[in-house]
């Protein structure tokens, strides 16, 4: 590989960005966890690959610290994408969320929300708006019930 590629590839990796996200179109994701260490929630918002397929798989993967996902809807318009192996794992905190429509769901380890995008016969995650994220930052009705032995 020619020098200047490794070089501009070193520069955007210092950045926290991939050549990947650059010339990939992205959406924006919101996550939430628990910092055990600090005994503090966490949330971040995330970009990732937005079309459907091994690349978004593998940066949903990396963001979870999986192999596999579980998807399960906190409403018609919000997905929330979990470690599918996540109650498995020693350590990992244990979530209760109680959805608009009054769901308590049990969840453990990190959580990524997105939007579920409605096609034919699939669907499909989408990013978040702004304003997606203000709500969820502003209603989200979680607590942390544990951590897994």
């Given at each position: 590989m020619p020098e200047w590629k490794n070089e501009a590839i070193d520069y955007y990796e210092k950045r926290g960005l991939t050549l990947m996200n650059i010339f990939t179109p992205q959406m924006r994701i919101y996550t939430v966890g628990f910092n055990t260490k600090?005994?503090?929630y966490e949330a971040?918002?995330?970009?990732?690959?937005s079309e459907r397929?091994?690349?978004?798989?593998?940066a949903l993967n990396k963001i979870l610290e999986c192999e596999g996902i579980d998807i399960?809807?906190?409403n018609d318009d919000i997905a929330v994408i979990v470690d599918d192996h996540g109650m498995l794992k020693s350590g990992n905190p244990v979530f209760e969320?109680?959805?608009?429509d009054g769901y308590k769901l049990k969840l453990c380890g990190k959580l990524i929300f997105a939007r579920n995008?409605?096609?034919?016969?699939?669907?499909?995650?989408?990013?978040?708006s702004l304003g997606d994220i203000e709500k969820l930052k502003?209603?989200?009705?979680?607590?942390?019930?544990?951590?897994?032995?």
């Open positions: 600090r005994m503090e971040e918002i995330l970009e990732i690959p397929g091994s690349n978004q798989s593998e399960v809807d906190y969320i109680i959805t608009e995008d409605y096609k034919e016969d699939s669907v499909d995650l989408a990013g978040l502003n209603s989200l009705n979680i607590k942390l019930t544990g951590l897994l032995k």
